[in-house]
């Protein structure tokens, strides 16, 4: 039996705008990670950290591309806090 599951066309204007988005956080030095944020079957929450000196933004894989603009742009219009968990 085949799926009858539709395949999602992403718009190619809002790809643009997340390379974009993403070109922009590594200039600031921020390392992107596109990863599968679950563990013991709980998702979790996308966020930065600092990791031997260095910031990591993970974001769930799973997202769509308008969920992940709009958390890349959160993170590039607001300073880095001093409050970020460190590894």
């Not at 992107?32 to 769930?60: M, P, S, T, V, W």
């Amino acid at each position: 039996m085949k799926s009858t599951k539709k395949k999602r066309r992403d718009n190619p204007e809002l790809k643009e705008r997340l390379a974009e988005l993403e070109e922009t956080l590594v200039q600031r030095g921020i390392h992107l990670n596109y990863d599968l944020l679950e563990a013991a079957g709980l998702k979790l929450k996308d966020g930065i950290c600092q990791i031997r000196g260095e910031y990591h933004l993970f974001i769930d894989r799973r997202k769509s591309i308008a969920d992940k603009i709009e958390i890349l742009q959160d993170y590039l219009e607001h300073p880095l806090s001093d409050d970020i968990p460190q590894n």
